[in-house]
């Protein structure tokens, strides 16, 4: 069983359901932590200040695309894996795009 932090806290209450759901992880403060899963795309300090108190965290997810914040604040070092969801919004955009195109519909940031 793996123990895993959900943070920061103003952010976790919709992610604990499916954490609970899990036969291999159980919540755990992220100073007892292996994983941390951090759900605010606009604090990367605040992250930085998690790192502080989990030293023991090795794996990452953030849960979001836009993680460039994070990686000019520097929390990314490679000692740490590093998981986040860049890339899983290309097929829905391309086909919102493309569906959009097809209808005649305007499609933003295109020119007639």
Sequence with gaps: MRNVALAPAHAVSWAVGALDASDDAQLADVADA???IWLDP???AGLVRALEKGRGIKWFQLSYAGVESFVAAGVMDPSR???FA?????????EQ???????????PGMSS
């Excluded at 795009?97 to 499609?107: E, K, N, R, T």
Aim: proline share 10%; glycine share 10%.
């Design 34 to 36: 292996e994983v941390l």
């Design 42 to 44: 606009s604090d990367p």
């Design 81 to 83: 894996i590093w998981h």
């Design 86 to 94: 860049k890339g899983v919004y290309v097929g829905p955009v391309a």
């Design 97 to 107: 795009a493309l569906a959009s195109a097809a209808d005649g519909a305007p499609v």
